[in-house]
């Protein structure tokens, strides 16, 4: 399962300051821009589009998942840009401004035999 607090119900679950009126992904307590404690907890956009992307190629230390894998930024409509995984590996599939949607994936079995899952953005 993805780590509890960042997926609900199929979306992103983020803040929204109150006091400078930005958002911010994960969730925080603290706005990560002007320290208020005024935020709230908001759910973000499903939908974005792709700003910029390449294939991790080589497995980071301690990683049991499939390389190679996209990684990215996901500009969402509410102007948040989310650093994520992506479904596609292939660079040459990608393309700036390209519609993406956010998808809950298989990671890797853990020693337990549990499936690991987390988000992505996949192409829409």
């Known amino acids: 399962?993805?780590?509890?607090?960042?997926?609900?119900?199929?979306?992103?679950?983020?803040?929204?300051?109150r006091a400078c009126d930005?958002?911010?992904?994960p969730e925080l307590s603290t706005c990560p821009y002007c320290?208020?404690?005024?935020?709230?907890r908001r759910s973000l956009s499903d939908?974005?589009?792709?700003?910029?992307?390449?294939?991790?190629?080589?497995a980071p230390p301690g990683y049991r998942g499939d390389v190679p894998f996209g990684f990215g930024v996901v500009e969402l409509p509410e102007?948040?840009?989310?650093?994520?995984?992506?479904?596609?590996?292939?660079?040459?599939a990608l393309s700036f401004g390209q519609s993406m949607r956010l998808a809950i994936v298989p990671l890797h079995v853990d020693d337990d035999?549990?499936?690991?899952?987390?988000?992505?953005?996949?192409p829409a």
Do not use: K
């Open 79 to 92: 102007g948040l840009r989310v650093i994520t995984r992506l479904t596609e590996a292939d660079p040459r």
């Open 47 to 58: 939908r974005g589009v792709l700003w910029g992307w390449t294939a991790v190629t080589a």
């Open 35 to 40: 320290s208020s404690d005024d935020v709230e």
């Open 22 to 25: 930005r958002p911010h992904f």
């Open 1 to 17: 399962m993805v780590h509890d607090g960042l997926v609900e119900d199929g979306r992103l679950i983020g803040g929204h300051c």
């Open 113 to 122: 035999g549990e499936t690991v899952t987390t988000y992505a953005f996949e």
